[in-house]
């Protein structure tokens, strides 16, 4: 796995660049994992979706899907193409430091 | 009398039953089993149905048959569970007490819960491979069909066997093939996740079968809706695809009773503690199987495997002694490719499929993450193992816990 140094810290990244360590993201860096996808400013439903998906990490141990942040954390869907655009699933694992949703292949 | 309550006689429930009977004494234990169907699916044989490679009659056995010598099988609609007063409700109102609940009631395909998806089109120019019925249905679809947009969609994981229908886009290529229609036929993949595969191993090897097979991918596709009118799929970000027959893997989502008795996530899975099917709230209350929320693949193998490590963890359960096995997310699956060759995956909760070999004692070696004829007759051979072996819980030469022999770690 490769080392890289994003805002100053040095961290645990796989070949895509998600962090795959958990202990090693804090806020400081999900403002840098941001502004690298083209997301200047976190607003308070980027940290709303973020707080969810760590602590909903730790308890299950996979990246919640988009339809479980929605029904779970209560973020619309279409909130989440809103502040994550595109492809709001990859980008807000990106943020949040946490593995991209994945199949078993 | 103590009795071990187990609800759903599918894969994981019958394995259960299978394997603990033996292991219970007959004058201390009751062991009863409940489900509501009576017909007993080898659901991996659904994908060959449309292709006329199986016919029902290759899928489908009575349930009554895989009951276990000693074991009570109630066949009956269950209303709730009530896991406070240790007992379950059926439909009837009879009530059943339990001293331990074994919950495997599964997953299934829910098109309703997609907006445009379930309507007149359905069974139509909108099919799923994920029931009998809609295998027929499809079947019968393909028989006839001459050619235009054919895609095949996932709405959203988790899904029950992931691979599938990656095998089914591979099978339809090759069953195009061969009818002579290929250049008539416009193959596409259209999935939530960011490519057809996801890990980066599987990915390296792999990552160039659907361009080598003409097949499109349309990879981060996020449904909101389908226009079943127009033939077509909308997504969040108001992306259009246009469709003549869509091959759809509904949103999958547990039983009704798991929700309804309060013991369920949001998509109706049953959360356990991932190293041995304990409920998180009740101690004597476990899943096992797809019902469960394991964060593994939804399959008969995982369940297999998750069977053995329950068998052996429940005995010392219920004598008061620390479960001791941990299970550690294995699966192995057979993945059809076309024209008579297959793929073999093997991993687990924290190893990726990687390349090498299987062994397989008496048979084996078989390829790990390449397309061989052998690993497709390990695939066809399957069918004879679940029936007669895996149903009836005699043991196959699998260890439960995912082995790297023969594995090459490339440690990406």
Known sequence: MPVTTIGGQEVNVDDEGFLTEYDEWNEELAAELASNIGIDELNEDHWKVITFLRSDFQEQGETATLRRVAAVGGIPTKTLFQIFPKKPARKMSYVSGLPKPAGCI | ?412
């Open chain 2, 1 to 412: 009398m103590k009795r071990l309550l187990i609800l759903g006689a599918g894969t994981a429930g019958t394995m259960v039953a299978a394997n603990l009977r033996p292991r219970l004494d007959n004058d201390e234990w009751k062991i009863t089993m409940i489900d509501q169907e009576p017909t007993h699916y080898y659901q991996p044989g659904f994908l060959f149905i449309p292709f006329g490679i199986y016919t029902p009659s290759d899928v489908v056995k009575p349930k009554a048959d895989f009951v276990p010598a000693g074991v009570e099988y109630i066949e009956a609609e269950i209303d709730l569970i009530e896991p406070a007063e240790n007992r379950v409700v059926l439909a009837d109102g009879t009530r059943v007490e339990y001293d331990y609940l074994v919950i495997a009631t599964g997953t299934s395909i829910r098109p309703d819960e997609t907006p445009g998806l379930e309507g007149p089109e359905y069974g139509k120019t909108i099919h799923d491979f994920y029931t009998l019925e809609g295998a027929k249905a499809l079947a019968e679809a393909l028989r006839f069909w001459e050619g235009g947009k054919l895609v095949l969609n996932i709405i959203e994981m988790p899904i029950k066997c992931p691979v599938a229908p990656l095998e089914f886009i591979f099978l339809a290529d090759a069953y195009f093939q061969d009818k002579g229609l290929r250049d008539k036929v416009e193959l596409t993949y259209v999935t939530p996740l960011d490519g057809a595969f996801t890990k980066p191993i599987a990915a390296k090897h792999l990552g160039n079968l659907l361009e080598d097979k003409n097949i499109n991918l349309e990879p981060d596709f996020y449904l909101e809706r389908v226009d079943a009118d127009e033939k077509k799929l909308v997504s969040y970000d108001e992306r259009e695809i246009d469709y003549d027959l869509l091959i759809t893997i509904p949103l999958n989502m547990g039983s009704d009773v798991v929700a309804r008795s309060g013991l369920g996530n949001e998509m109706n899975y049953v959360p356990v503690d991932n190293k041995n099917f304990l409920s998180k709230k009740y101690d004597n209350v476990f899943a096992i199987g797809d019902a469960a929320d394991l964060p593994t693949s939804k399959a008969g193998s995982v369940a297999h495997f998750a069977v053995e490590v329950f068998t052996e963890n429940f005995v010392r359960h219920i004598e008061g002694l620390p479960m001791l096995e941990e299970f550690d997310g294995h699966a192995n699956c057979f993945i059809e490719s076309g024209h008579g060759k297959g793929l073999l995956i093997d991993f687990n909760y924290d190893t990726e499929p990687l390349p090498g070999k299987y062994p397989l004692p008496g048979i084996g070696p078989f390829t790990l993450l390449r397309e061989t004829e052998m690993n497709h007759w390990g695939k066809m051979m399957f069918k004879w193992t679940y029936w007669n072996m895996l149903l009836r819980g005699k043991p196959l030469p699998l260890p439960h816990e995912m082995l790297m022999a023969g594995k090459i770690d490339e440690g990406v």
